[in-house]
DNA sequence: GTCTATAGTTGGATAGAC
DNA sequence: GTCTATCCAACTATAGAC
């Protein structure tokens, strides 16, 4: 109805195929069915849009563009290493299971650039993203503690962005959002374990470093509680 | 042309079926080009399934019960709980990695499962599965290294599956299989953390059990989703 | 039991009127 | 720029010959 620019016009049809492939699945985000949820006849997605994959290229950009926005709210000023690391899963966890459509739709995301060589590089750029947040995320904790890893920040990453994604799998499947925030929480007090008192620049001067003593490989001492 | 009984020809087109999939993705899994697949006419699949639901659901179950098999042979015997799950998690990954094509057909099967009502059962099988066949493989390391955990075996069932999940995906999308391994390694020393010395029975120096050669094995695989 | 033929949908993409 | 009309391909499913 309305003649807007092509611009706009994109977005409109982004965020309409964001909403059907959300609401019904990958699958059921059609150009058709695109259309008809923005109010516009078939051939304006094709005015727009290449075709089908330009428009699953964009709808997935989109997408992950706003999972990397969600995330790292206020941390705890002053607070020990696992309480910090609590506080970041538990935002990062809201952020996901409030927006289960969207999460399964990451997924099926992944799996249709893994089969289909016009979205090849979706997946690579979902899980580059991931895996940038997470080491980003780590590198506040680190300063928001006073700490440092015992291993490399990247491989930290891709263990959290593993979990998660692990988790996250397993809430889709059984719903059981207690579990997967247990699990979390036992996995966050993993994470404290690799955390060693930041070595040259003074520690957040309220929160001074007792925590994570000097372990060897494995302290058995601390383990993640695995529920609560 | 040969004429099989029904039971027969429903294998072969369930073989077919997973052929098909594995090596195009589940959305090429056609009626027509399984029938194709098996060098049988189209009507020939519609005589042995009611619909195109049930010979994926048939194709589902044949793959997670391909996956339960081939896991846990030989555990090496005398060894200390870390060599223990190391070879665990080795020999599943080995599993994985050599077959690509159905792990992420497996990730494919359980999103589709998740936006389907017809297929609603599948993911729920599949990560039953998954648990339990993690339960079994932790309890057979408790028995081989004379240890306990010191969290639920469900709940650390659950973690290992989380683990394996995500490191699939990552693997799936990247390529980097030495990230993985290592990655599976380093989450092996945090799982030897969690073992404890076995209160009662003595750990026998060498392998006092049975091997579970009837053992369902592993932990088969789901889908992928970026986070934040 | 197996095949051919075909019905009946649905979806991607384009042409051409306005 | 937008809409209508249409083409063409692929799919599920069934009917009926052999």
Redesign the pocket.
């Known amino acids: 109805?309305?003649?807007?620019?092509?611009a706009e016009?994109r977005e409109q049809l982004i965020e309409a195929a964001l909403a059907v492939a959300s609401r019904d699945g990958i699958?059921?985000?059609?150009?058709?069915?695109?259309a008809a949820e923005a109010?516009?006849?078939?051939?304006?997605?094709?005015?727009?849009?290449?075709?089908?994959?330009e428009?699953m290229r964009a709808m997935a950009h989109a997408i992950t563009g706003q999972n990397a926005s969600g995330s790292l709210a206020g941390l705890p000023a002053d607070a020990r290493v696992e309480q910090i690391i609590d506080a970041v899963l538990g935002g990062l966890w809201d952020g996901i299971s409030s927006h289960r459509g969207s999460q399964l739709l990451s997924y099926e995301l992944t799996t249709s650039s893994l089969r289909h060589a016009d979205l090849a590089q979706v997946a690579k750029e979902q899980y580059e993203g991931s895996w940038t947040a997470a080491e980003q995320a780590l590198g506040m904790i680190e300063q928001a503690a006073g700490v440092t890893w015992s291993v490399p920040r990247s491989d930290l990453a891709r263990v959290v962005v593993a979990l998660v994604d692990g988790y996250s799998l397993a809430w889709l499947v059984d719903g059981d959002d207690g579990a997967a925030r247990s699990g979390l929480r036992s996995v966050g007090g993993y994470l404290a374990t690799l955390a060693r008192p930041a070595p040259t620049a003074a520690p957040a001067p309220d929160a001074p470093h007792d925590q994570g003593a000097d372990q060897a490989p494995h302290p058995a001492g601390t383990t993640p509680a695995p529920d609560a």
Chains 1, 2 share one sequence.
Do not use: E, I
């Open positions: 109805m309305n003649r807007l620019p092509v016009r699958d059921a985000a059609t150009v058709r069915a695109v109010g516009v006849s078939l051939g304006v997605v094709h005015y727009c849009f290449q075709d089908k994959a428009l």
